[in-house]
């Protein structure tokens, strides 16, 4: 078990949820699923015997889905960075994680279930980072006029 394990919180949809993560990641599994006793049922309000939570993996990352209550909702103020090696994998996630849910500038998605992504080209960070700051500053313009995030069009701005 990793150290930290980030918990998302859901109403009731921690199933949906993680289906939809285990087919939207191909290297993704479910490791173990806990449901409601009467103990946790009678303090929750949630049925006995429903899901409480489920463990899962998504590219070696280690997450808790839990369903909660709709007490507690998601905000931009959590995301995760998804570091895509090709545009063929940003475009992957890209285009499943913005299935029914809201587009952002800078490649940032949130899905669905109101939980935020970043989904990136680990390039960006290389040329970002470049010891000479007009190449860089030409990336960052570049990047700031897109949604979703074109590796073409970044190359080009940092060879201009």
């Given at each position: 078990?990793?150290?930290?394990?980030?918990?998302?919180?859901?109403?009731?949809?921690?199933?949906?949820?993680?289906?939809?993560?285990?087919?939207?990641?191909?290297?993704?599994?479910?490791?173990?699923?806990?449901?409601?006793?009467?103990?946790?049922?009678?303090?929750?309000?949630?049925?006995?015997g429903s899901i409480m939570t489920?463990?899962?993996?998504?590219?070696?990352?280690?997450?808790?889905?839990?369903?909660?209550?709709?007490?507690?909702?998601?905000?931009?103020?959590?995301?995760?960075?998804?570091?895509?090696?090709?545009?063929?994998?940003?475009?992957?996630?890209?285009?499943?994680?913005?299935?029914?849910?809201?587009?952002?500038?800078?490649?940032?998605?949130?899905?669905?279930?109101?939980?935020?992504?970043?989904?990136?080209p680990t390039i960006l960070s290389?040329?970002?980072?470049?010891?000479?700051?007009?190449?860089?500053?030409?990336?960052?313009?570049?990047?700031?006029?897109?949604?979703?995030?074109?590796?073409?069009?970044?190359?080009?701005?940092?060879e201009s």
């Open positions: 078990m990793q150290k930290i394990t980030p918990c998302l919180w859901f109403n009731d949809q921690a199933e949906d949820a993680v289906d939809y993560y285990l087919s939207t990641f191909k290297n993704a599994k479910i490791l173990k699923m806990t449901r409601y006793n009467a103990a946790g049922a009678e303090v929750s309000g949630r049925p006995q489920i463990q899962f993996q998504l590219d070696g990352q280690e997450f808790v889905a839990l369903n909660g209550g709709p007490e507690f909702t998601f905000s931009l103020a959590t995301s995760f960075i998804i570091n895509c090696k090709t545009q063929e994998e940003v475009d992957t996630f890209w285009d499943k994680l913005s299935e029914s849910g809201k587009i952002m500038p800078c490649g940032w998605v949130t899905d669905k279930f109101g939980v935020t992504w970043q989904v990136v290389e040329l970002l980072s470049d010891p000479d700051p007009i190449k860089a500053e030409k990336v960052m313009k570049a990047m700031l006029k897109m949604e979703k995030i074109d590796i073409q069009i970044l190359k080009a701005a940092y």
